[in-house]
């Protein structure tokens, strides 16, 4: 079975799930319970004092120092002993979303119509307006759980309008609202239509999928208590980092197959630290004040989700094993 069909059964599977007794899913227990990692709850547990995060819970751990952690002429990075930074949560935006629509059409899947709207949604931060396309199922007359698609790589919208497969003539996120979903695919910063520079995955993206979400929730065809995002790849960086710094009403996120940080983002430190790189993975490790924006165990442990799924193959797309999703 593809991966796709089986994000496809996944989605629709929670999203059922989620409507259940009001939302509130009895989980299976287990004999054994690890210590829970809760930034900001005053006990500085056995993950936060291991991978260096939370100080405010683990008083030893200084980061307002200048340690390894800061960007010297001196350092090197060693994955064993790296510790992460406390990352600051950002307060929610009050100012309306800037978006204007410039396109409509639609289409069929399987005989299902699917209306698919097309906007510029502006980036706060950097003032780049960014291409979105919203998928919604033309019949539906209700409010329909949402989705936010991530791209991996340096990719953008153009990644989810490829056809499913030689042999169908619709998209994957065409097949998603025909199965009940509203759809959000969008051009971050400084790719394909969208205005700005590239910001490979850092602050400026994040900033932007925050306000896609935003722009989500002024959708009127959109349940606001039922939004989800998928990432794929190296699309786990702009993902997180939003999730982890903006905190927003999040149902659901499942992660596919993506780098957690430096290490696996180059596949082993083998960046190049190039001026002006073709891929995420072309910087050096060393290079402390590009990844302290970019490395998903940094901000995953502040995320704030009923459901985080991490979906990997026996086989990894990039990496030699699988110890990223480990």
Not at 13 to 23: K, M
Not at 161 to 174: D, G, L, M, T, V
Not at 222 to 233: A, C, L, M, R, T
Not at 256 to 272: A, H, L, Q, S
């Amino acid at each position: 079975m593809k991966i796709y069909n089986i994000l496809i059964i996944i989605l629709i599977t929670a999203l059922s799930l989620g409507c259940l007794n009001n939302g509130q899913i009895p989980l299976p227990q287990k004999e054994t319970k690890a210590p829970e990692s809760k930034c900001g709850d005053g006990i500085c547990n056995p993950i936060e004092r291991e991978r260096g995060i939370c100080p405010g819970d683990c008083p030893s751990l200084d980061t307002n120092k200048e340690t390894k952690n800061e960007s010297t002429s001196s350092f090197r990075y060693n994955p064993e002993t790296y510790s992460y930074k406390e990352v600051t949560i950002e307060n929610a935006l009050l100012a309306p979303v800037s978006y204007r629509k410039y396109g409509e059409k639609t289409t069929n899947v399987e005989g299902k119509p699917v209306l698919i709207m097309d906007y510029y949604v502006k980036n706060p931060s950097s003032a780049a307006e960014m291409d979105v396309s919203v998928f919604v199922p033309a019949l539906s007359s209700k409010t329909l759980p949402a989705v936010i698609l991530v791209p991996g790589g340096l990719g953008a919208k153009s990644s989810f309008i490829q056809k499913y497969s030689p042999a169908s003539n619709y998209s994957i996120a065409e097949k998603y609202a025909s199965e009940g979903f509203v759809v959000i695919i969008f051009s971050a910063d400084g790719r394909e239509r969208s205005g700005g520079e590239e910001n490979y995955n850092g602050y400026l993206h994040q900033d932007g999928l925050y306000e896609i979400y935003r722009f989500s929730r002024e959708l009127g065809q959109v349940e606001k208590n039922n939004i989800g995002i998928v990432s794929y790849s190296y699309g786990v960086t702009m993902a997180t980092g939003m999730l982890g710094r903006y905190q927003p009403s999040i149902k659901y996120y499942i992660e596919w197959e993506g780098p957690v940080n430096r290490f696996y983002t180059t596949v082993g430190c083998k960046g190049t630290g190039q001026t002006k790189p073709d891929s995420p993975g072309a910087f050096s490790c060393d290079d402390e004040d590009h990844w302290i924006e970019r490395e998903a165990l940094r901000f995953v442990p502040y995320m704030k989700l009923n459901y985080f799924l991490i979906i990997q193959s026996e086989k990894d797309h990039v990496q030699p094993n699988v110890n990223h999703s480990v």
